[in-house]
């Protein structure tokens, strides 16, 4: 992950805590306005949830984190972000409620808690919407460019770029793809370095002739079943 990628992960936590915070407020005020009723006892003041407000701000975005919804914004599909988000949000659940037992603090109403859990998924895909978005504009527009080339075999290659996603295709930028069948290690390293590329892109990663290739650097891999490298 490059500075900048660190930067925005950064202002994506503190603008997930923060939303989730004010979507909290919200359902309070839904509730106190009596447009939807889960039970009929009197709702308190809203600064009854104060200690809660303190813990979903900070911690929200801390759990979303370990379950890796912030790993890169444009890849994975809204069924995984689903999944994260539940499993984050059964650890909210429980962190609240051993907070509420052992400091003995109360848990104000429910019913603005059943509205926040069923609800609060919704906002997060939503801002993961609007994030893609931006993102995808971004590209198309030429404003961050990391141009890729792939390299593997005849088989390989297709099967990669059939399971590309839109945003996917528009991240990587594939401007070129080298055949490990028909050229050799020379002539592929010589195209690379012409077309002043930022990431190779290896789909056949268990291919031998990729020992005729060596480049510096090696990043985490991305894609099941590739390797990237940025030169």
């Given at each position: ?16 805590g ?14 106190v ?8 006892q ?27 919804f ?8 809204y ?79 297709p ?59 090696e ?9 990237l490298?940025?030169?």
């Amino acid at each position: 992950m490059n500075r900048k990628q660190e930067i925005s992960k950064d202002l994506a936590l503190i603008s997930d805590g923060l939303l989730l915070g004010a979507f909290l407020w919200l359902c309070y005020l839904v509730r106190v306005s009596g447009l939807i009723r889960f039970e009929t006892q009197e709702i308190p003041p809203f600064s009854h949830f104060y200690w809660i407000l303190a813990l979903i701000i900070p911690a929200s975005p801390l759990l979303l984190d370990l379950q890796g919804f912030y790993d890169n914004p444009l890849i994975p599909r809204y069924e995984d972000f689903l999944s994260k988000i539940g499993r984050s949000g059964f650890w909210l659940i429980v962190v609240i409620s051993l907070i509420s037992i052992f400091g003995k603090l109360e848990v104000p109403s429910r019913s603005v808690f059943i509205l926040f859990f069923l609800l609060s998924p919704l906002i997060l895909l939503f801002r993961v919407w609007v994030t893609q978005e931006i993102l995808i504009r971004h590209f198309r527009k030429g404003k961050i460019i990391e141009r890729s080339v792939l390299v593997g075999t005849s088989t390989d290659i297709p099967n990669f770029l059939r399971r590309l996603s839109r945003a996917e295709k528009i991240e990587l930028q594939i401007s070129h793809w080298f055949d490990l069948e028909r050229m050799d290690a020379a002539t592929i390293r010589k195209n690379i370095r012409r077309h002043a590329v930022e990431r190779i892109i290896f789909v056949s990663p268990d291919s031998p002739k990729n020992e005729d290739l060596p480049f510096g650097f090696e990043l985490p891999v991305t894609f099941p079943g590739i390797v990237l490298i940025r030169i």
